[in-house]
Antibody, heavy 119, light 108 residues
Framework: EVQLVESGGGLVKPGGSLRLSCAAS????????MNWVRQAPGKGLEWVSS????????DYADSVKGRFTISRDNAKNSLYLQMSSLRAEDTAIYYC????????????WGQGTLVTVSS | EIVMTQSPATLSVSPGERATLSCRAS??????LAWYQQKRGQAPRLLIY???TRATGIPARFSGSGSGTEFTLTISSLQSEDFAVYYC??????????FGQGTKVEIK
């Protein structure tokens, strides 16, 4: 059974940094593209970033480009999102999501971790 | 950026009735469209991809249709567990991968 468990969320001040993690199990992590998708409180879904299986291809939404860095450690079955220069508008639940094919749909999702940016 | 527009924002339906949700893309996305269901307090779940292919374990009462710029998600006979928010998402060609704003299906 695919399991994705996010951690690392919390309260951070504007301009601060935070590192999110996603622990994967139940599948061959190194074979699949991974993603971060976020959801502001009471709002819709927003794709944040994607990383290919071997970290060859990385993409970011314009809203986070230059501030967030996605990475993965296939030996540890883990996905990361390093977030810096955080803004109030980055407040959201951050979901880790897996893509199983060559397209960019999100097949499986974790339960999310809440990031709150506030002074 | 491809903008996805869903309608209506809220759909009030009685259990057992049919629900029809719409999603429009600002430019052609072929069949590169997915639908997700999100229940309150839960993560989204993939329902449909490729415009019309049900994901593993998704009941047959969920069906998707359309291509190009116009897409539809139909729930043939609403069950109590189907009341939720539904999002469409395009994954055509290149990022950003964008979502619609969602349609809330509520009990009438």
């Amino acid at each position: 059974e695919v399991q994705l468990v996010e951690s690392g969320g919390g309260l951070v001040k504007p301009g601060g940094s935070l590192r999110l993690s996603c622990a994967a199990s139940g599948f061959t992590f190194s074979s699949y593209r991974m993603n971060w998708v976020r959801q502001a409180p009471g709002k819709g879904l927003e794709w944040v970033s994607s990383i290919s299986s071997a970290s060859t291809y990385i993409d970011y939404a314009d809203s986070v480009k230059g501030r967030f860095t996605i990475s993965r450690d296939n030996a540890k079955n883990s996905l990361y999102l390093q977030m810096s220069s955080l803004r109030a508008e980055d407040t959201a639940i951050y979901y880790c999501a897996m893509t199983t094919a060559t397209n960019h749909k999100f097949d499986f999702w974790g339960q999310g971790t809440l990031v709150t940016v506030s002074s | 950026e491809i903008v996805m527009t869903q309608s209506p924002a809220t759909l009030s339906v009685s259990p057992g009735e049919r629900a029809t949700l719409s999603c429009r893309a600002s430019q052609s996305i072929s069949s590169n469209l997915a639908w997700y269901q999100q229940k309150r307090g839960q993560a989204p779940r993939l329902l449909i991809y490729g415009g019309s292919t049900r994901a593993t374990g998704i009941p047959a009462r969920f069906s998707g249709s359309g291509s190009g710029t116009e897409f539809t998600l139909t729930i043939s006979s609403l069950q109590s567990e189907d009341f939720a928010v539904y999002y469409c998402q395009q994954y055509n060609n290149r990022p950003p991968w964008t979502f619609g704003q969602g349609t809330k299906v509520e009990i009438k």
